[in-house]
């Protein structure tokens, strides 16, 4: 993991932060009930969300991404995370927490309290992963329109890490 590189990215880095996330996220496809609403992201969205204050952090080595997540600006000390995903092809091997570690710490430093999240109902493996890096389930919600699947809502503090 030394080799690997973690940073925020710049406008020019929002192309690779689509495509990776239309990555990780297209094979889900097949194993949900509806489409994952990360593939709706696009360069124009994702340059929205950086306008707009959010944060994207990065894992990369060298000038290949293989990493990221996006951080929503905090609302009274609490920040949303959404898209965290890893290339597919260097899964399992640790970047996800790492990125997410780093992440956190960052928002410590920025004097974010605590750091939300939801996942889907029908992904036990990200329900466990969260769970392993402290991650508590506060709240399920069912989706509309009649979809099998439950949002996972889960929630940590980072005064406490």
Partial sequence: MSDTAFRL???????????????????????????????????????????SGSQIFLAARERQLLACLLVLPPDAGCAEVKRVCTHPDWQGRGLGSALLNHAE?????????????????????????????????VDRRPYSDGIDDERVMLSKALDDA
């Avoid at 239309?22 to 950086?50: K, M």
């Avoid at 410590?108 to 939300?116: A, N």
């Avoid at 466990?128 to 389930?137: A, D, I, M, V, W």
Wanted: net charge positive.
């Fill in 9 to 51: 990215a710049g406008w020019d880095d929002l192309p690779a932060v689509c495509l990776l996330i239309q990555q990780a996220f297209g094979p889900l496809q097949q194993r949900l009930p509806s489409r994952p609403s990360a593939l709706d992201e696009t360069v124009a969205s994702l340059t929205g969300h950086l306008a």
């Fill in 105 to 137: 710490d960052q928002l410590r430093d920025q004097g974010v309290r605590r750091v939300r999240l939801a996942t889907r109902r029908r992904l036990p493996d990200n329900l466990r992963f969260y769970r392993q890096l402290g991650y508590l389930e």
